[in-house]
T-cell receptor, first 113, second 112 residues
Framework: GAVVSQHPSWVICKSGTSVKIECRSLDFQATTMFWYRQFPKQSLMLMATSNEGSKATYEQGVEKDKFLINHASLTLSTLTVTSAHPEDSSFYIC?????????FGQGTRLTVV | AQSVTQLGSHVSVSEGALVLLRCNYSSSVPPYLFWYVQYPNQGLQLLLKYTTGATLVKGINGFEAEFKKSETSFHLTKPSAHMSDAAEYFCAVIQNNNDMRFGAGTRLTVKP
C-alpha cells in the first residue's frame, strides 16, 4: 500500500514556541491531506483538510491562526502549532487518500512544557 | 452528515475467544466503511474496508466484517483472539471529498 511519512514522531517544546510537523506521501501524489488530533484514550478528531495550492479548510472550533497548515506540493503538507501551550499537548496524525483509501502517518506526540 | 457509533468503549475477551466489536453508521446513501487498528503511540493500520460488492469482507490478521444495510451495521469479528490483538479499534466512514469520520474507538483487551 501507499506510504505516508510523518515527522517528527515526538517532540517536546517550551510553552510559547512554535512546532512544525511534516506529512509526506512517499509514493503517490495527494492533492488533499487531513490533519487529526487525538487525546489520550479518545478517537481521532478532524482538525482540517489541507488542499494543495489553496487554503486549508478548518473544522469548527479549530483556530486557524494557531494551527497553520501549508500544502505547498503534491507530496507535502505541514502543520505548525504556533505559540504552543500545554493544552496543545496531544497526538497529531495526518492522512492522505489514494482513491477512497486513507493512509495514515505514524503520528506525532507533542508535549508542551 | 454521516456518523459512526461504536458500542462499548472497552471489550475484554479471553485468548482464543470470539472477538466482536460493534459499529453502526448513519447515512442516507451507501457508505464506504472501514476498520482500523491502532497500537500505542502509532498511526492507524487498515484492517479491512467495504466499498461495494460482497457484504462479508475479510481483512488482515484473521478479522472480518459484514456490512448489513438493514441494520446499518458493520461489526468486526475474529473467531479466536490472540494476545497480539490487544489494541484500539476504530470504525470509520467516508464522507464527501474523502473526509473520513471515526467512531469513538473500542479498546480490546485479551486475557491469557
Amino acid at each position: 500500500g501507499a506510504v505516508v511519512s510523518q515527522h517528527p514522531s515526538w517532540v517536546i517544546c517550551k510553552s510559547g514556541t512554535s512546532v512544525k510537523i511534516e506529512c509526506r506521501s512517499l509514493d503517490f501524489q495527494a492533492t488533499t491531506m487531513f490533519w487529526y488530533r487525538q487525546f489520550p484514550k479518545q478517537s481521532l478528531m478532524l482538525m482540517a483538510t489541507s488542499n494543495e495550492g489553496s487554503k486549508a479548510t478548518y473544522e469548527q472550533g479549530v483556530e486557524k491562526d494557531k494551527f497553520l497548515i501549508n500544502h505547498a506540493s503534491l507530496t507535502l503538507s505541514t502543520l505548525t502549532v504556533t505559540s504552543a501551550h500545554p493544552e496543545d499537548s496531544s497526538f497529531y496524525i495526518c492522512s492522505a487518500c489514494q482513491g477512497i483509501e486513507a493512509f495514515f502517518g505514524q503520528g506525532t506526540r507533542l508535549t508542551v512544557v | 452528515a454521516q456518523s459512526v457509533t461504536q458500542l462499548g468503549s472497552h471489550v475484554s475477551v479471553s485468548e482464543g475467544a470470539l472477538v466482536l466489536l460493534r459499529c453502526n453508521y448513519s447515512s442516507s446513501v451507501p457508505p464506504y466503511l472501514f476498520w482500523y487498528v491502532q497500537y500505542p503511540n502509532q498511526g492507524l493500520q487498515l484492517l479491512l474496508k467495504y466499498t461495494t460488492g460482497a457484504t462479508l469482507v475479510k481483512g488482515i490478521n484473521g478479522f472480518e466484517a459484514e456490512f448489513k444495510k438493514s441494520e446499518t451495521s458493520f461489526h468486526l469479528t475474529k473467531p479466536s483472539a490472540h494476545m497480539s490483538d490487544a489494541a484500539e479499534y476504530f470504525c470509520a466512514v467516508i464522507q464527501n471529498n474523502n473526509d473520513m469520520r471515526f467512531g469513538a474507538g473500542t479498546r480490546l483487551t485479551v486475557k491469557p
